[in-house]
């Protein structure tokens, strides 16, 4: 394909770059040339796009080769540690330290995935040749930089292109998504307007497996806009997908921290890649405990929605790391971590109802949280007269308590949250699923 040599802009150099953007990338065909294409192409600012193939065997690793090789050097790098993944390990930041295994957890990536969802990913896909047309010919000023990481999974992947980034600014798109091209722009202009450590965008879902559960899903996400909001929903699910944030680098280096059971030479890190639960909800818990604040662009502003493609091979659908026991785990660790920075004994009164119940006080427990009370109430019957009392009626001794309540359905919540307004302190109320 010829191209047009007045197209291939001069590389801008690295305090010119605004925006950095991680991309991890692990057997993301036929997915990938949408995801690289949609950052390499905003408009307005400078962005770095750093792929990080974590050694793919579906052709991602030829494809992103020959993008970079018809964007030419002037708007592509190749910065693979080593081929074929040999001689990579010690140059790769986030592994250098050995870390415990991972193998028990499935790897990101379609080759984990279902034989018969796997067998469906053969179909057309934009070649890197059109790809790289495309972006020469549009105004855009973005580069590419492809990175490797050896196979080590999506949080090493991650923190591979963070240690490589030189934006003050921090963006991410996961390799089988898409957004347009003013998103990210937008997104820069209402960060840099506020006080907030981060900006998220709201979410569109796309693609071939939509479920009503996880169009639920978003729709409570895209709600939450405002800091309290956004904090407030931690503990419940992800009140925003990672990578619909813009964050300010800052944020990130301040929430770093050492896989657990590690040597103490082993540096902290803002991704992990943990075989106990997901990486990304691993990441928000830490940043909000930090004392992040962030805000949500709603879904209104059409220009920065961010497109999540919905498949059979979603990490979030086969990975054990994503099961709800996982995620229950995760939530009760953070949850724990909290009361105990926050009260010397920390102690919890435990709404919910059923198996939940249950649940909810063994990871508690296990976190060295006393349940000082199990209260089993189904919010479609009266509420209990304790939950009915101004917030004066309560005592002392039960303000020093905090209070969980784990409902896992968005109509449920708002029923216990009418019940208990007017007695609800947020440094000790908190709800969570």
Same mark, same amino acid.
């Given at each position: ?5 007045? /197209?291939? !802009? ?19 065909? &036929?997915? #990938? ?11 307005? #600012? ?12 579906? @052709? ?38 050995? !870390? ?23 179909? &057309? ?24 990481? !050896? ?14 980034? !030189? ?6 798109? *996961? ?6 091209? #003013? ?20 979410? *569109? ?23 309290? *909001? ?36 082993? /540096? ?9 639960? &997901? ?29 999540? /493609? ?9 990975? @054990? ?64 007269? *304790? ?27 708002? /029923? ?18």
């Amino acid at each position: 394909v010829a191209l047009d040599p007045k /197209r291939q !802009r001069t590389a801008p150099p690295a305090d010119a770059v605004d925006i950095s953007v991680l991309c991890p990338c692990k057997n993301a065909l &036929p997915w #990938l040339p949408a995801a690289v294409r949609a950052p390499l192409l905003q408009l307005g #600012l400078v962005c770095e796009v750093l792929v990080v193939d974590d050694w793919s065997t579906d @052709g991602s690793s030829a494809w992103l080769d020959e993008l970079a090789a018809a964007l030419g050097p002037a708007r592509a790098s190749v910065e693979r540690t080593g081929p074929s993944g040999e001689g990579g390990e010690a140059l790769n930041l986030a592994v250098v330290v050995p !870390r415990r295994p991972t193998a028990a957890t499935p790897n990101f990536g379609a080759e984990a995935a279902p034989a018969s969802d796997r067998a469906a990913l053969v179909e &057309p896909h934009a070649s890197a040749a059109e790809v790289a047309v495309e972006v020469l010919a549009s105004e855009s000023k973005c580069v590419l930089r492809v990175l490797s990481n !050896r196979g080590h999974g999506q949080g090493a992947a991650l923190q591979t292109a963070l240690d490589a980034s !030189r934006a003050p600014l921090i963006a991410h798109i *996961e390799a089988d998504d898409d957004y347009g091209p #003013l998103r990210i722009m937008r997104m820069r202009e209402a960060l840099l307007g506020s006080m907030a450590d981060a900006v998220f965008s709201a979410v *569109e879902l796309t693609g071939t497996n939509v479920t009503a559960g996880m169009t639920s899903y978003v729709q409570w996400q895209n709600t939450l806009l405002t800091a309290e *909001e956004l904090a407030g929903g931690r503990f419940v699910e992800l009140p925003s997908l990672h990578q619909t944030g813009l964050y300010r680098r800052a944020s990130l280096d301040a929430c770093a921290a050492r896989v657990p059971g590690a040597a103490e030479a082993e /540096r902290a890190l803002v991704y992990r890649e943990l075989s106990e639960w &997901p990486v990304d909800y691993d990441f928000a818990l830490r940043w909000f405990a930090c004392g992040h604040t962030a805000f949500k662009l709603p879904r209104g502003t059409g220009e920065c929605l961010y497109s999540w /493609r919905q498949h059979g091979s979603n990490g979030t659908r086969w990975q @054990g790391r994503c099961s709800l026991d996982a995620l229950r785990a995760c939530k009760a660790h953070y949850f724990a971590k909290q009361l105990r920075e926050s009260a010397e004994s920390p102690r919890v009164q435990l709404w919910s109802s059923g198996r939940t119940l249950e649940l909810w006080a063994d990871a508690l427990a296990a976190e060295g949280v006393q349940v000082a009370e199990k209260v089993e109430w189904n919010p479609k019957r009266p509420a209990p007269k *304790e939950l009915q009392c101004e917030p004066a009626a309560r005592g002392a001794c039960e303000r020093g308590i905090s209070r969980l309540f784990v409902y896992g359905m968005a109509p449920v919540r708002a /029923r216990v949250s009418k019940v208990v307004v007017k007695q609800w302190d947020s440094a000790l109320d908190f709800f969570a699923a």
